[in-house]
């Protein structure tokens, strides 16, 4: 099993910035790569960042690349995600997700586990 805890989220104004966290327990977290995703009400969750397990690929959603940055420290089992520039339309409860098969995916139903959520709410 794995448990997987997000936090940093909150209120913002546009143009802000906020780091996001994901600490893991419970599996060997520097095996496996983890990616973030977001969704709000009605819509279908929406990847945002992916990175291997080592930390030396990262992949980013068209409309987030440039202004979030996903890392991770294998060493205190923690995924970060740091966001930049925020827009209203970064509005959304924030998960982090770990991916047991190391796909490195941007599709949200390669994932095993996932986080509970963190709300981040930009105001413009």
């Known amino acids: 099993q794995v448990q997987l805890v997000e936090s940093g989220g909150g209120l913002v104004q546009a143009g802000g910035s906020l780091r996001l966290s994901c600490a893991a327990s419970?599996?060997?977290?520097?095996?496996?790569?983890m990616g973030w995703f977001r969704q709000t009400p009605g819509k279908e969750r929406e990847f945002v960042a992916a990175?291997?397990?080592?930390?030396?690929?990262?992949v980013y959603a068209d409309s987030v690349k440039g202004r979030f940055t996903i890392s991770r420290d294998n060493a205190n089992n923690t995924v970060y995600l740091l966001m930049n520039s925020l827009q209203a339309e970064d509005t959304a409860v924030y998960y982090c997700a770990l991916d047991t098969l190391n796909r490195f995916s941007n599709n949200w139903r390669r994932y095993d586990y996932w986080g509970q959520g963190t709300q981040v709410t930009v105001s413009s």
């Open positions: 990175i291997t397990f080592s930390g030396r690929s990262t």
């Open positions: 419970g599996r060997t977290f520097s095996r496996y790569a």
